[in-house]
């Protein structure tokens, strides 16, 4: 698994980096998030050692449980990408480097409350009006953001979308596209605590449309372990 593992990183880093190329993006202007859900603490130390060193869990427990396991490794990054409930704020917000998925004022709110330094949040928006996604509609981001950013411990530092499972090309270009526009219209904004200098966009299927589209993290899991 350990030399299967390292080809198949060195395969999807070396993807990201033709894509930064073709689309004109500087080198190492994309952060590759591997996101480790799909991997046992043992695998997830392979991705460190291997020099991806932002890892990121959907559920604060599991998060938890790997960042003991792994305590060593004091270089990581460690991310949230998963619907955090008020509730679990506490046990998890003072553990992680970003959350990436703020998707209401209470739990901003709640954040503020809890922790003990500013926590790097993006915003989740809801660009393609699914009714399943969580996040904010394009339409309340202004006003929302005028009530978070004045909140102490909550450092917005950009946006995150995900696109529909079915989207074709020209769907995922929009969703990207208009989640960019919408991060360069907050930035003017020059809200206090909200640098909102980050896009984190683009999974295992779409990330190359994502990073042409100016992506700044992309949330990488399955492509690591397809050997294809």
Not at 104 to 109: F, K, R, T, V, Y
Not at 120 to 127: H, K, P, R, Y
Request: charged share 25%; with cysteine; aromatic share 4%.
């Amino acid at each position: 698994m350990s030399q299967l593992l390292k080809a198949s990183i060195a395969r999807v880093l070396n993807s990201v980096h033709q894509v930064e190329i073709e689309a004109g993006r500087e080198e190492g202007s994309v952060r590759v998030i591997a996101v480790t859900k799909y991997s046992d603490s043992a695998v997830t130390r392979q991705f460190a050692e291997n020099g991806l060193l932002d890892l990121a869990e959907n559920r604060a427990e599991l998060l938890l449980q790997k960042q003991a396991d792994l305590s060593d490794l004091t270089a990581v990054r460690w991310h949230l990408i998963g619907t955090l409930q008020r509730r679990k704020v506490k046990e998890i917000i003072n553990s992680i480097d970003t959350f990436h998925a703020l998707d209401s004022l209470p739990l901003a709110q709640e954040i503020s409350k809890r922790a003990k330094h500013p926590i790097s949040c993006l915003i989740e928006v809801n660009v393609s009006g699914e009714l399943s996604k969580h996040g904010f509609k394009s339409s309340e981001l202004e006003g929302v953001l005028a009530q978070i950013s004045q909140l102490p411990n909550v450092l917005i530092t950009g946006l995150m979308t995900m696109a529909p499972i079915d989207a074709d090309d020209a769907e995922l270009t929009h969703i990207f596209r208009t989640t960019r526009e919408l991060r360069d219209q907050i930035k003017a904004l020059d809200l206090v605590n909200c640098p909102c200098t980050e896009l984190s966009m683009g999974m295992t299927r779409d990330y190359k449309i994502a990073i042409k589209e100016g992506a700044t993290m992309v949330r990488i899991g399955r492509d690591f372990l397809n050997d294809d």
